[in-house]
């Protein structure tokens, strides 16, 4: 497929809609393999130079999405590509308002008690199923814990939103534990939903 590299990091140019419907089949086919993905902007191309792990966690995701302009912009300049926006927000209300009822939604971050808020938002406004939750202020000798508790929840969507780099990391390392068919690593998008 049409990936670009920017910064020695993938890049897919991949409409919001595209990229909606690939998350669809990766969620609800019947063989459940992990996919992680990455809302790449210009934070993480920084904070990774530094940061083998999460260079990798990116070079191995299923999907690099552009967060925003800032990448739009450098893979304008850099590679001559159009690529278009898929920020993380807009691919967590998509899919929930794509899927409704019949996706099992892990919420996986925030400070304590943000991400229950973001849940209740998320059924209210979606419908959605809350497969689990979990705040984002843990330890990294509990990561396997936390990752287990995670891939018993039947979850179709885990929202990993633990800070730059931390939750690609995350998602990436545990992935066959956590189980779930799509992974995301997205910022600020548990504080968003709890308003
Ligand atoms: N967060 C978390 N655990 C941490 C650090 C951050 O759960 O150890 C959460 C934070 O509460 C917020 C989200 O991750 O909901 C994004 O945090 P921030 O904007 O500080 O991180 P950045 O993405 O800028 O690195």
Redesign the pocket.
Known sequence: EDRLTLFDLPLDPVTLDHALTRLGEWMFRAHRTPHTVVTLNP?FIVQSRTQPDFVRAMQEADLVTADGVGIVWAARQLRGREVPRAPGYDLVKGLMERHGAELRVFFL???PG?AEQAAQHAVRDYGVQVAGIH???FDQAEDQRVAEFVGASGAHLVLT???????EIFNHYWRQVLGAPVLIGC??V??VLAG
């Open positions: 934070e971050g925030a400070k943000v705040h984002g202020y939103a633990m800070g730059a780099g931390r939750q910022g600020g548990i504080d």
